[in-house]
């Protein structure tokens, strides 16, 4: 999944990304209300995680923008107010979720996996085609049974193959959901993950190549 990290408070960002780029999302980050607006323009998102008191831009204007927009980005708020009032005024601006700090990250990360569940068309939690089976929750793959241990690129990857349920992913539709926007995409990085990805899985070749349009778990 692509998620944006949105937190004034930079050693608590880069903590949250770095948790979850090791769940295998693609994470961006920003440090200012006004830079999250910036990266919402221009990138789609699964999730956004937003703490409310930002500057720049405060979080919930933030917030009400992503739901004016009609963005499929699901949002969940962070914040250090335990109140319900300061909940609900939260779920009411159009958050999904609310987190309150201080919080554990394995908390964060299941509510962000669930919140990207719904962001999307409803997939089942554990995903299987081909002789593959992909738990995203537990980060396992198998295929015919045999425990597969795949790099959390390779993972991301795999996951969105599998979520098309055999339509054909591009290039670039894996570029945006499996690579932050620090990703070169003149690099031949999907092609070579593809490469490894393969080799993993072992024969028979199940992720097939649709010459000029990308690949898809055949």
Known sequence: MRVLVVEDEPLLADAIAEWLRAEAHAVDVAYDGGAAQERLAVNDYD???????LPVVHGDEVCRGIAAAGLPARILMLTAAAEITDRVDGLGLGADDYLTKPFAF???????????????????????????????A???????????????QQFAVLTELLRAD???????????????????PFTGAVRLTILKLRRKLGDPPVVETVTGVGYRIS
């Open 166 to 184: 055999g339509a054909v992913v591009s290039a670039e539709q894996l570029l945006e959901k499996a690579w932050d926007e620090h990703a070169d």
């Open 47 to 53: 999730v956004v995680v937003l703490d409310r008191d």
């Open 106 to 136: 394995p908390e964060l990360a299941a509510r962000v996996l669930a919140l990207g569940r719904r962001s999307r068309p409803a997939a089942p939690p554990v995903l299987r085609r081909a002789g593959i089976t992909l738990d995203p």
């Open 138 to 152: 537990r980060r396992e793959v198998f295929r015919d049974g045999r425990y597969v241990p795949l790099p959390k």
